[in-house]
């Protein structure tokens, strides 16, 4: 049975017996605090949302270690990227923090903070994320009673206009990049191959007999695992680029001192000082991905074949992502039809009788 007492000390003590039978207790300044927290306890209680305080002590760091441990079957490249923005972004605010002392005003303040220091709002929001479902996992794991991610406002993220470079500008990219990384950006962009695809590919499964590779991780849908056929050319381009920098673990791209491409590393000490140096910023890697796309509609490919190429799931996300590209397709399409018609009269027999009599009456 709860009841509080006084103690030798003048604090008043509230003991209460927790749902597993053992007795607990908490002491208190004032009474009415004493009175209020065992009202608090057997409400949570009676709802079923009664949680053990010892466990919630457990600071974010160590709790967040358990969580991202517990995230099986992530891609490499994946679980890379979110441990960076971890490291960087969450736990130098969180990290010491037990998870039962966060409120949601802290996590305001964070956020506001992020925004202030410059961080983009996608940067923000996959920040959040992480941040959200470990402790989201905490309330499923009976550590907190409920998360403290309650009605935190992020910053919008604002359509940007995807990047497409020439066939020029590939070539000066490709040129100005260390010649470590040329291959990587002529893969790209005549593969369409996404930058964490690039990253995972295997020496393997390059077939430069047939001119295809496979795409077999990481997979964002099933669709996702496709076989890519590519240009002769870049099968050149293959065989410079593994005889100059035989892969390590048998992955076609590797960092600089060899192992996996990290690519927020890539990103930033190689990817942008290459494009400032050539084509100019905004340019992103997975620009290269819009691009291949961009040249395939101006070669006038299917849309069919542009969707299997990229790996989408349905035909109806290339449209949603690159339907304005194909808005000159249309006016094309006419004056196709304009020109098979009048070849398709020049040709018929019955037209020519048609038109002969109407010449003479001239």
Not at 112 to 136: K, N
């Amino acid at each position: 049975m709860a009841h509080i007492r006084k103690t030798d000390a003048g604090t008043w003590q509230a003991r209460y017996r927790a749902p597993d039978g053992s007795e607990r207790a908490r002491n208190f300044t004032r009474k009415v605090d004493a009175e209020t927290f065992l009202a608090t306890v057997e409400t949570d209680r009676v709802r079923g949302d009664w949680t053990d305080p010892r466990r919630s002590r457990i600071t974010f760091g160590e709790w967040n270690t358990r969580v991202q441990k517990g995230r099986v079957n992530l891609a490499a490249s994946t679980r890379d990227s979110d441990g960076s923005v971890i490291r960087s972004l969450i736990l130098p605010t969180f990290e010491h923090a037990a998870i039962a002392s966060i409120q949601p005003g802290q996590i305001r303040a964070w956020v506001a903070d992020l925004v202030a220091a410059g961080y983009s709002p996608s940067t923000i929001r996959r920040a959040y994320t992480l941040l959200q479902l470990a402790l989201d996992l905490a309330v499923e794991d009976g550590r907190l009673s409920r998360s403290p991610c309650r009605r935190i406002a992020l910053p919008r993220i604002e359509q940007s206009e995807k990047r497409f470079l020439t066939i020029e500008e590939v070539e000066d990219l490709a040129t100005t990049i260390r010649p470590r990384y040329r291959a990587f950006v002529l893969t790209g962009a005549y593969t369409g191959l996404r930058p964490g695809e690039l990253a995972a590919l295997r020496t393997d499964r390059l077939d430069l007999l047939r001119r295809q590779l496979r795409v077999e991780e990481p997979l964002k849908t099933p669709a996702a695992r496709r076989t890519v056929s590519f240009p002769p050319f870049l099968a050149e381009e293959f065989v410079k680029h593994l005889a100059t920098h035989p892969g390590q673990d048998d992955l076609v791209f590797t960092a600089p001192q060899g192992g996996r491409l990290r690519l927020e590393l890539f990103r930033s000490r190689i990817w942008y000082p290459a494009v400032r140096d050539s084509v100019g910023e905004p340019m992103r890697p997975h620009d290269l991905r819009h691009t291949h796309v961009a040249l395939l509609i101006a070669a006038g490919e299917d849309p069919y074949v542009i969707s299997r190429r990229l790996g989408h799931a349905s035909i109806r996300t290339t449209y949603d992502v690159y339907g304005h590209l194909f808005e000159g397709r249309d006016r094309e399409a006419s004056a196709a039809l304009e020109a098979a018609r009048a070849q398709s009269l020049a040709d018929s027999p019955r037209t020519r009788r048609r038109s002969g009599p109407m010449s003479l009456g001239l």
